[in-house]
């Protein structure tokens, strides 16, 4: 199993992005997937994932900011990121849950300046 997070840059407070996390080795298809993300001295934390039959969840200081979709045609997951803030910077990892076992992409780094 295999996971590339892309997409991350340098934004201005109240402008977009979006990740992108290419997969490989498991049915993409099947599988619950989503986004975590780090800021500089804090823990890990959930940002917004989507299971197999769709049904997003999002944490709630993205929620109506961030989307999350997915393409199984391309087992790929997207982060669309709208009116970005200086507290979304963090190096953002998608995870995927396959056959109970997790795995992380290497992370992207969003950095949003005020």
């Known amino acids: 199993v295999q996971l590339q997070a892309s997409g991350g840059g340098l934004v201005q407070a109240g402008g977009s992005l979006r990740l992108s996390c290419t997969t490989s080795?498991?049915?993409?298809?099947?599988?619950?997937i989503g986004w975590f993300r780090q800021a500089p001295g804090k823990e890990r934390e959930f940002v917004a994932s989507?299971?197999?039959?769709?049904?997003?969840r999002y944490a709630d200081s993205v929620q109506g900011r961030f989307t999350i979709s997915r393409d199984n045609a391309k087992s790929t997951l997207y982060l669309q990121m709208n009116s970005l803030k200086p507290e979304d910077t963090a190096v953002y990892y998608c995870?995927?849950?396959?056959?109970?076992?997790?795995?992380w992409g290497q992370g992207t780094l969003v950095t949003v300046s005020s």
């Open positions: 080795g498991f049915t993409f298809a099947d599988y619950h």
């Open positions: 989507i299971r197999s039959g769709r049904d997003p």
């Open positions: 995870k995927a849950n396959v056959q109970s076992e997790n795995y």
